[in-house]
């Protein structure tokens, strides 16, 4: 029993360079997000997607694009990473009405 | 949209000491209100909700929560803590099929 896995679990780029985030979920979620956690900022939702092919802006949408796949996947790209997007990324999904959120585990990105 | 606001981020008591995180919000709409918690590098796991019916609600690990709607609150309390409480604990609100989360209160338990 899976629940939400993110790929990879750390990673290290330099400034202008690319990278996609991957999700997966395996318990049939229609929303999937993806939130970024900063010090004393909690976590802000960066884009969401309430179900397969559509995707909608967060509180902090610049400098990122999604795509959600299929059902159960849901990428985060970065088309030219900067400092500023240092921090630990967490994707989740739900399925409908008031059930919770899933959590992966985060993905740690560095921008050098 | 909606927001949540979390006071005292920093907190430190002793074992056996009760606890008491305060989470107030804004909406327009019918909430469904949520704790997370953290534990140190690991993902938000789900500690309560609250959707209707009872406002005291119960959740894992001996953590309990009251809503009252007239506040806007909806506060976490445990009466007891125990070191494995250390964590960092998040007041969230579901509004349009999104959740708002507060910024945290990031709890030490000193044995």
């Known amino acids: 029993n899976a629940g939400v896995t993110q790929t990879p679990k750390f990673q290290v780029l330099k400034t202008g360079q690319s990278m996609t985030l991957q999700c997966a979920q395996d318990m049939n979620h229609n929303s999937m997000y993806w939130y970024r956690q900063d010090p004393g900022m909690g976590l802000r939702l960066i884009y969401y997607s309430a179900s397969e092919g559509t995707t909608d802006k967060g509180e902090v949408p610049n400098g990122y694009n999604v795509s959600r796949l299929n059902k159960r996947e849901f990428s985060l790209r970065l088309e030219s990473a900067a400092p500023s997007q240092t921090s630990v990324y967490f994707c989740a999904s739900n399925g409908q009405g008031l059930e919770p959120q899933h959590f992966g585990d985060g993905t740690r990105l560095s921008i050098l | ?111």
Do not use: M
């Open chain 2, 1 to 111: 949209a909606q927001s949540v606001s979390q006071h005292n981020h920093h907190v430190i008591l002793s074992e056996a000491a009760s606890l008491e995180l305060g989470c107030n919000y804004s909406y327009g709409g019918t909430v469904n209100l949520f704790w997370y918690v953290q534990y140190p590098g690991q993902h938000l796991q789900l500690l309560l909700k609250y959707f209707s019916g009872d406002p005291l609600v119960k959740g894992i690990k001996g953590f309990e929560a009251e809503f009252i709607k007239s506040k806007f609150s909806f506060n976490l309390r445990k009466p007891s803590v125990q070191w494995s409480d250390t964590a960092e604990y998040f007041c969230a609100v579901k509004g349009n099929n999104r959740l708002a989360f507060g910024k945290g209160n990031q709890v030490v338990v000193i044995p």
